[in-house]
């Protein structure tokens, strides 16, 4: 019994760190905290209230397919997932990875809140790959066809942070 305990606990600490506590409150990992969620790692401001609806959005489609050029509700691709996240929170995105780096404001990593975007680049400097960002180095992502939406690390130095929710 003290080991299911421990294992709740550790699972309601990940969630936490991850989404928030608001989102993981949301999902049932962890009950819901009273007073305001603790502020984003790195920053000390906490993310936009939509960047929180993003983040718990685009976990309610981990382990969905990716299907190149799929913009879900039930396969994505890396853009069509923050293309349908975004807009079904009422932020208005372009569709493609490229297009969304254009149109983002850019924010150093130290900027970068759960939510915002992760964008990884080629040498020559062209976008080929998005995701959501979730905190501490993390994000959801349609990663490819073997393993659809997932948790995943940034795994690349070649990226840039970026949001359509705020400035900084």
Not at 48 to 73: C, D, K, S, W
Request: aromatic fraction near 8%.
């Amino acid at each position: 019994m003290a080991g299911k305990r421990a294992l709740a606990r550790v699972r309601a600490a990940v969630a936490t760190t991850l989404l928030g506590s608001s989102a993981a409150a949301l999902l049932g990992a962890v009950p819901a905290a009273a007073g305001p969620p603790p502020p984003h790692h790195g920053t000390g401001h906490r993310p936009p209230p939509v960047n929180r609806r993003i983040v718990a959005e685009a976990a309610r489609h981990l382990g969905q397919h990716y299907v190149f050029g799929a913009t879900g509700p039930r396969a994505f691709d890396c853009s069509g997932l923050v293309y349908f996240v975004y807009r079904k929170e009422g932020v208005r995105v372009p569709r493609q990875a490229q297009a969304q780096f254009r149109a983002a404001h850019r924010l150093r990593r130290a900027q970068a809140r759960r939510g915002d975007l992760v964008f990884y680049h080629e040498r020559n400097g062209f976008t080929f790959h998005v995701a959501i960002y979730t905190g501490h180095g993390n994000t959801i992502v349609a990663a490819n066809p073997r393993q659809g939406v997932i948790r995943e690390h940034i795994w690349s130095r070649r990226v840039t942070f970026g949001s359509f929710t705020h400035r900084r």
